[in-house]
């Protein structure tokens, strides 16, 4: 019990401790991933639907296995019904109501009215007596234009009558008018029939005002002219008279026997839908089976979670390497998917594995690509139901021969030599596994795997330089095309800076050694190091290392101007990596080689002249080293320029030196925000040293007249002021 009790505790530990190792988004992923896969899969649980469509020619008699309602049938009764419904209701008046706006646009057509009334008297106030004539005339025009403008039928006397009114009389006329057409239009239901006998029972409302004859006969003419038509369609009481007519419509059923569709029959909408209700059309889902696939995917991811989390931290913690993996992952089940889907029994041993685990493999690692093959490869035989068996093994043989065979690759055309590995590989596997089994069908499509080979590195080729521009991923095969000569940066910085180049190149040999001996990438730090010093390509003149004849530049200037111009070559390298599209984890050495190291040497000079300076005027702008390779670069490049610049390098005095900069580095903090140890630190030492050595050894001794002639070369690079002061500023800045 105390054991169970413990198991318990511990993988409540590892849990929680592994939950506070990955973030959300990281939970998000692997949820959406999960999400995915059991979409794309799920659809091989179900049986095949027969192939019955709208059009084609059924091949058997159908019959109603029981009795179900033709909702088709149901629905286009139904839908007449409600038709003929609505055609009545419009085509009846009892449907038909008082629009509410028809009072207002009254009103509103009886002022307008007025309004032009009292706009041509203003017109006629300066005119004397009018003649009748005159009058007939004015009334005439004034009915047209109100039947033009606003399609009113104003009769003329009526207008002729309201030009003679006083202003008293004609405001009482045109209060008169609005009350009575806006009671009418309000309350009587006025159609294109009963319009007429409407504006007779008006015209007699108004001999029933108080006012004089003149003001009735106007207030009748515009009484008259604003009745029009006042109802609309009640859409309501329409719509329930649909609905009630569709409800009253007897649904229509298919009897338990009845033929649906006959043989040879072509089969339209109706037989369709009667099929989907029976559910013909339907497949049944066998839920076991979900059941059983989400617990496989679930246990899977799971597995795969758990050794990123015990073997995979750095790629747990990275969400763009996470991502590539939810990628490939997604991107073989959806072909594998696809490939399920086609009615061909071989297609399932084309299913490109291999390209997954090689990409993985090129731009993470190989231990995590292998891990993967046997993730996909189970999945892969699932969705083959009979086959699963053979197409798991061939796809685990292609992922595994694809890791393999890309772990000592130096450039993509050497995919293509990987992809003929895995084709031939597959091609065997699938030979054996057919003479073992007796299985025809495996032997008869084996040439399938050579073009699964094939279809991987064609893949590989095409996705890989996408991948790492998306994912920002720099792969060991860009690092190798990075590092050939030819380069242009490469190419500048031999022919325009040769010492600083051969500077690199030593550099570049101790920062392998020191990677291999503490586990960092030595390939990225001997690449990182050929190009850490490319902006000194700029002013290569006023680095010593370049300085060939002798003079010295920085004799002539200030030692602030030595310094900006000095660790200028920092920027100046990350704008030319910039310019040339260098990825970024290579112009993190161009920036971070010296962190915020001190210029030595033309600060002691600044302050032996006398001048009150800084140290923070005399550093370079940072940032410090935040990885291993950058920090074992930034003590390299010290480390080779300091002894270059001894004496006599013997191996017991370049250990001191080396050992004496490192500690330098340690204690001005240049080395916190990387995550090197003390011990790496002693690794790095022991490596620097060992190389050193090797280049500075011992020498034999010469025959007596070398002798002589090696002291005569001694004198003469003394009298030039070549290794004293330009091997100490060397060392300083280099």
């Keep these: 019990m105390k054991s169970a009790a413990k198991a318990r505790q511990y993988l409540k530990e590892q849990g929680l401790a592994m939950l506070s190792k990955t973030g959300v988004r990281q939970w998000a992923l692997a949820a959406l991933v999960f999400f995915v896969i059991v979409l794309l899969m799920v659809a091989n649980m179900f049986p095949d639907s027969e192939e019955l469509a709208v059009g084609r020619v059924a091949t058997r008699d159908i019959a109603a296995p029981f009795r179900v309602e033709n909702v088709y049938r149901t629905e286009l009764e139904r839908d007449r019904a409600a038709r003929q419904a609505e055609l009545a209701a419009i085509a009846n008046d009892a449907f038909y109501v008082i629009n509410p706006a028809a009072a207002e646009q009254a009103e509103a057509r009886v002022e307008a009215i007025f309004a032009r009334i009292r706009e041509t008297r203003s017109e006629l106030a300066g005119i004397p007596e009018l003649s009748l004539d005159q009058r007939l005339a004015i009334g005439d025009r004034l009915g047209a234009e109100l039947q033009a403008e606003r399609g009113l039928a104003v009769p003329p006397e009526s207008?002729?009558?309201?030009?003679?009114?006083?202003?008293?009389?004609?405001?009482?006329?045109?209060?008169?008018?609005?009350?009575?057409?806006t009671d009418v239009m309000a309350r009587e239901r006025v159609t294109s029939e009963t319009i007429g006998l409407v504006q007779t029972r008006a015209v007699e409302r108004v001999g029933s005002v108080d006012l004089p004859a003149g003001a009735r006969l106007v207030v009748s003419g515009v009484v008259r002219s604003v009745i029009q038509p006042n109802?609309?369609?009640?859409?309501?009481?329409v719509e329930e008279a649909r609905a009630a007519a569709r409800a009253a419509v007897e649904p229509v059923y298919v009897e338990q026997g009845q033929i649906i569709v006959r043989w040879g029959d072509v089969i339209d909408q109706e037989q369709m839908s009667i099929l989907a209700e029976l559910g013909i059309l339907r497949p049944r889902t066998d839920f076991r089976a979900v059941i059983g696939l989400i617990l496989t995917v679930g246990l899977l991811m799971a597995l795969l979670g758990v050794y990123l989390y015990q073997h995979g931290q750095e790629i747990l913690q990275n969400e763009r390497l996470l991502g590539l993996l939810a990628l490939m992952i997604v991107l073989i089940v959806g072909l594998a998917k696809l490939t399920s889907l086609v009615d061909f029994p071989g297609l399932g041993y084309l299913v490109?594995?291999?390209?997954?685990?090689?990409?993985?493999?090129?731009?993470?690692?190989?231990?995590?690509?292998?891990?993967a093959s046997i993730f996909l490869s189970v999945l892969t035989g699932i969705m083959w139901e009979d086959q699963g068996f053979k197409v798991a093994v061939v796809a685990l043989v292609s992922g595994i021969s694809g890791v393999f065979s890309v772990s000592r690759i130096s450039q993509r055309s050497e995919l293509t030599r990987a992809g003929l590995i895995v084709g031939a590989t597959v091609l065997v596997t699938m030979l054996a596994l057919g003479l073992v089994s007796s299985d025809v069908l495996v032997i008869r499509y084996s040439f399938l795997g050579l073009f699964n080979g094939i279809l991987s590195a064609v893949g590989a080729i095409g996705l890989l330089p996408y991948l790492e521009t998306v994912f920002g991923i720099t792969s060991s095969i860009r690092l190798l095309e990075l590092s050939n000569p030819n380069h242009p940066l490469l190419r500048k910085l031999l022919l325009e800076a040769p010492g600083t180049y051969h500077h690199s190149m030593m550099v570049g040999n101790l920062g392998e050694a020191a990677a291999e001996a503490v586990g960092a990438d030595p390939l990225?730090?001997?690449?990182?190091?050929?190009?850490?010093?490319i902006g000194k390509t700029k002013r290569p003149y006023f680095f010593v290392e370049n300085q060939f004849s002798g003079v010295n530049p920085h004799d002539k200037i200030s030692p602030t101007l030595s310094t900006l111009i000095i660790t200028s070559h920092v920027k100046d390298g990350v704008e030319m990596a910039r310019q040339h599209k260098l990825p970024k984890v290579l112009v993190d050495f161009i920036r971070e080689h010296h962190g915020t190291d001190l210029v030595k040497y033309f600060y002691h000079r600044a302050k032996e002249s006398g001048q009150d300076v800084s140290e923070d005027d005399f550093r370079y702008p940072g940032p410090k080293p935040q990885s291993k390779e950058t920090a074992i670069v930034m003590l390299a490049d010290s480390v080779e320029a300091a002894v270059r610049s001894m004496p006599k390098p013997t191996p017991g005095r370049i250990e001191g030196l080396v050992r004496k900069i490192i500690k330098e580095r340690l204690a001005d903090g240049q080395l916190d925000e990387s995550n090197i140890t003390l011990r790496d630190l002693d690794l790095i030492a022991d490596a620097f040293v060992k190389v050193l050595t090797g280049m500075y050894h011992h020498r034999v001794e010469y025959p007596d007249g070398a002798l002589k002639e090696r002291a005569k070369d001694k004198e003469a690079k003394a009298s030039t002021g070549g290794n004293g002061q330009d091997g100490g500023q060397e060392g300083g800045e280099g």
């Design 231 to 237: 109802l609309v369609l009640d859409t309501a009481r």
């Design 159 to 181: 207008l002729q009558a309201a030009l003679a009114l006083t202003d008293d009389e004609l405001e009482a006329a045109e209060a008169a008018a609005v009350e009575i057409a």
């Design 352 to 371: 490109p594995v291999g390209l997954a685990t090689m990409l993985i493999a090129t731009l993470v690692n190989s231990h995590l690509a292998i891990v």
């Design 524 to 533: 990225l730090t001997r690449v990182g190091s050929q190009y850490h010093d």
